[in-house]
T-cell receptor, first 113, second 113 residues
Framework: RKEVEQDPGPFNVPEGATVAFNCTYSNSASQSFFWYRQDCRKEPKLLMSVYSSGNEDGRFTAQLNRASQYISLLIRDSKLSDSATYLCVVNLGYGGATNKLIFGTGTLLAVQP | EPEVTQTPSHQVTQMGQEVILRCVPISNHLYFYWYRQILGQKVEFLVSFYNNEISEKSEIFDDQFSVERPDGSNFTLKIRSTKLEDSAMYFC???????????FGPGTRLTVL
């Protein structure tokens, strides 16, 4: 089983649509969780951290279900500028030396005018 | 807004040559990382560095790779004898805390001929 698994897409949605991405992770010891976005041939940019209580940042809502080892990202009112690859990322870190990020392969979102 | 910087943006080298990739992490960050992304593949962890020593490395990070923090600001990745399969985008990242958010530089595209 892959460490972090995502549907690669592409998700083609019209402007204004709501779109949801899901992700599962295999290591139950994972400590922290993130969504990054990556534009073509650019670096991953942190979109948001994901907390068990769920968190929202404007049009973006992230949820974490530790029992199911499942992370989600909801984008409301999609904009053309949201077109990118969305990376689900987990950190096994324990606050000490082990802090590597494990990346999913990403889900490609294309927002159409 | 502080950011991670990397130089050069693109490096072309012959197989067997040594390359040094340079990074300037965010100034108050204590944890430093290198990741790589082969074209069309996911981002992969290479190495983490804290308190002037390697804290973790992946299987990719073999004896041909080394990292150094030669002064208070730079963080370098050296590949001693490059191979064709080292061609990839190399990203430097830094974080303030171990399990905290990691911020990525724009990357160095390494092409080995």
């Amino acid at each position: 089983r892959k460490e972090v698994e995502q549907d690669p897409g592409p998700f083609n949605v019209p402007e204004g649509a709501t779109v949801a991405f899901n992700c599962t992770y295999s290591n139950s010891a994972s400590q922290s969780f993130f969504w990054y976005r990556q534009d073509c041939r650019k670096e991953p940019k942190l979109l948001m951290s994901v907390y068990s209580s769920g968190n929202e940042d404007g049009r973006f809502t992230a949820q974490l279900n530790r029992a199911s080892q499942y992370i989600s990202l909801l984008i409301r009112d999609s904009k053309l500028s949201d077109s990118a690859t969305y990376l689900c990322v987990v950190n096994l870190g324990y606050g000490g030396a082990t802090n590597k990020l494990i990346f999913g392969t990403g889900t490609l979102l294309a927002v159409q005018p | 807004e502080p950011e991670v910087t990397q130089t050069p943006s693109h490096q072309v080298t012959q197989m067997g040559q040594e390359v040094i990739l340079r990074c300037v992490p965010i100034s108050n960050h204590l944890y430093f990382y290198w990741y790589r992304q082969i074209l069309g593949q996911k981002v992969e962890f290479l190495v983490s560095f804290y308190n002037n020593e390697i804290s973790e490395k992946s299987e990719i990070f073999d004896d041909q790779f080394s990292v150094e923090r030669p002064d208070g600001s730079n963080f370098t990745l050296k590949i001693r004898s490059t191979k064709l399969e080292d061609s990839a985008m190399y990203f430097c990242a830094s974080s303030e805390a171990g399990v905290g958010e990691q911020f990525f530089g724009p990357g160095t595209r390494l092409t080995v001929l």
